[in-house]
């Protein structure tokens, strides 16, 4: 059986990133790129998939940490006969080096040290490249180490341990002694000539200089309240998921972590929603990562400029339209989780909210003194066009169902954010050549619209679709972007409804509850947008607060979250780690910081 979902730990070159276990078996990993077909897939097949396992056999006590402030795993194996630390991470280096240095261009480093006594190893090299697909030709070349040719590329393992290759994988049985360090470097090559990394004390300076460029990059986060750990943390877990060529931001490194064990909810993660914009931006800007946040908006424009007038729901790391779906039949899934999906066919579905995501972020450049060039202001133009053209059309939401059209609430939401945004740009004087009056109008339209349609008296509730009667965790963004005061009557009594119907216990919450949605998980950001919305005046500090601490206990030892939670178990569901949870944890934290600011002013004052 495949681990929990919650025993993986991430590492990664903001480029790529691979899953590694409790148990020190490297399970997912997809290169070059994020979406690029995998290498090892064990998470999704344990016999078919592939993995590199190092370990001792047999029971022993494990425990796990980053080093402090980086992305750098280190696993603890601690048996009758001796303790064993293993080193996970990809190289990163600060530029400069770069320039001047020949380094792989893709590189997992793995370094082994026994710290007491003596220890068993046992370690198994088992890649299956192109999901399982491409043949292998071994070959051993004493100074150069293990070669893995398959069709579009080779693998190179490099280490001072002893592998006896096999007929498709290597495997070593050994004894560490205290004191001994030994080394395993694994790169790939696509096309150009391999550049393989030396051992020993170069690989300790690799590791080295890895943990200083993280460190400098945490250090510069400018949140310094409470919780600290937990926002350093999933600001970490959103820079893996960066990709630097680009500056785009995937939702998650894996494919097909299943919503429900057993079910289809099994969805391709690895690439980048608009729906995540706005909140990206904001998170990355208060956080004090203005070069990323920026990246990333550039990123956006530039994706979104390539499909207009209509904009794809996602996009690949490079703006271009994601893969069609197709379903690996011969991998068996997480748990007999099927089927494992590559691609993504929710990429075509018409989602209003994210022309409001995409202005939104966009807008957030007046807030922190940024400009617009004018290719950009085009680009916002544009979408402000569709928003104002199509806004009354039925879409498929921010969950993306794949039923029916309907005239959801937040997708309304999003488009009177969208007219209103652009006209906070246009009156700071960052976007012209608009119609002024012509989005004053529409958006009054909208709002005027859902107040009327997405209001249920009878419920004395807002609703999630027009004229509809259920309620759905969005609503709650209602007043995060400010159509309606946090302690409005209206908003204090959709509150009211939400927990009555969609609370989880525990304080999680549920995304919607229908007919689609049973064994589904409580959802990571609508249960930190629970705590948002009490920060933002919906309760009182100590209640948001009391919230917020709730739900840091449903991430991993690493301080890792997935995309859902099973409330009555705790267990992590869907892809993991994932970026907008994280996202939705680090808005919060800042949100309260903000209450906790303003309401110590206000005891000043009086």
């Not at 980053?66 to 190289?91: A, K, Q």
């Not at 020993?200 to 949140?223: F, H, I, N």
């Not at 820079?239 to 299943?258: E, H, R, W």
């Not at 099973?566 to 309260?592: E, K, R, S, Y």
Request: charged letters at 25%; one cysteine or more.
């Amino acid at each position: 059986m495949a681990p929990p979902i919650a025993d993986y730990g991430i590492i990664g070159d903001c480029r790529s990133a691979a899953l590694i276990s409790r148990q020190g078996s490297l399970d997912w990993l997809c290169w070059p790129w994020f979406d690029s077909p995998s290498l090892f897939g064990a998470v999704l097949d344990i016999e078919k998939g592939g993995f590199w396992r190092i370990s001792p056999p047999g029971e022993c006590r494990i425990t796990r940490r980053y080093l402090p402030g980086t992305n750098v795993l280190e696993t603890t194996f601690e048996s009758e006969t001796g303790t064993l630390r293993l080193t996970d991470c990809m190289p990163v280096y600060e530029w400069n080096y770069e320039r001047n240095h020949m380094i792989p261009d893709r590189e997992i480093l793995r370094i082994l040290e026994c710290v007491r006594g003596e220890v068993q190893l046992d370690a198994t090299f088992y890649p299956c490249p192109k999901y399982a697909k491409a043949s292998t030709h071994w070959k051993r070349q004493e100074a150069l180490g293990i070669h893995v040719q398959f069709v579009g590329g080779a693998l190179w393992l490099r280490s001072d341990l002893e592998w006896q290759v096999k007929d498709d994988h290597a495997e070593c049985r050994t004894m560490v002694k205290a004191g001994e360090r030994r080394y395993c470097s694994l790169v790939m090559i696509e096309h150009r000539p391999a550049v393989l990394s030396p051992l020993g004390q170069l690989s300790d300076s690799a590791m080295a200089q890895t943990v200083a460029w993280w460190t400098k990059w945490s250090g510069r986060c400018e949140y310094h309240g409470p919780f600290r750990d937990a926002v350093v943390r999933s600001a970490l877990a959103l820079k893996l998921l960066n990709f630097a060529p680009s500056g785009a931001i995937i939702a998650a490194p894996s494919t097909s972590l299943p919503e429900r064990v057993g079910g289809n909810l099994n969805w391709d993660y690895r690439y980048c929603w608009l729906r995540d914009a706005s909140m990206t931006v904001t998170a990355l800007f208060g956080l004090g990562y203005h070069d990323e946040a920026e990246a990333f908006i550039d990123w956006l424009l530039f994706s979104t400029n390539l499909t207009q007038p209509r904009l794809m729901v996602m996009y690949t790391v490079y703006g271009k339209p994601t893969k069609k779906e197709r379903g690996l039949n011969y991998w068996s899934g997480y748990r007999n989780s099927h089927p494992v999906r590559i691609g993504n066919d929710a990429r075509k579905q018409l989602q209003l909210d994210v022309y409001g995501e995409v202005i939104a972020a966009a807008a957030q450049l007046d807030e922190y003194n940024k400009s617009i060039d004018r290719s950009s202001a085009r680009v916002l133009r544009g979408i402000g066009k569709y928003v104002r053209e199509h806004w009354a059309m039925p879409d498929k939401g921010i969950w993306e169902a794949r039923v029916a059209d309907a005239h959801h609430t937040h997708s309304k939401l999003m488009c009177w954010v969208a007219m209103n945004k652009l006209l906070e740009l246009h009156d700071a004087g960052l976007l012209k050549k608009v119609d002024r009056e012509m989005l004053k109008q529409i958006r009054d339209q909208i709002k005027a619209a859902i107040r009327e349609k997405a209001w249920n008296e009878e419920r004395q509730s807002y609703t999630a679709i027009f004229g509809g009667t259920e309620v759905d965790a969005s609503l709650l963004l209602l007043a995060k972007y400010e159509f309606e005061p946090a302690d409005s009557e209206r908003m204090r009594l959709t509150y009211k409804r939400i927990m009555d119907e969609i609370n989880a216990g525990s304080g999680l919450l549920f995304r919607y509850r229908d007919k689609l949605s049973p064994g589904e998980g409580a959802f990571g950001i609508c249960s930190f947008w629970l705590a948002e919305y009490l920060a933002l005046g919906g309760g009182s500090l100590a209640q948001a607060e009391s919230e917020f601490r709730q739900l840091l206990h449903y991430s991993n030892d690493l301080g890792l979250f997935s995309e859902e939670v099973d409330p009555t178990t705790g267990t992590a569901l869907g892809n993991f780690p994932q970026g907008f949870t994280h996202v939705g944890l680090i808005n919060a934290a800042l949100t309260l910081a903000e209450r906790r600011v303003k309401e110590a002013d206000q005891e000043q004052v009086a």
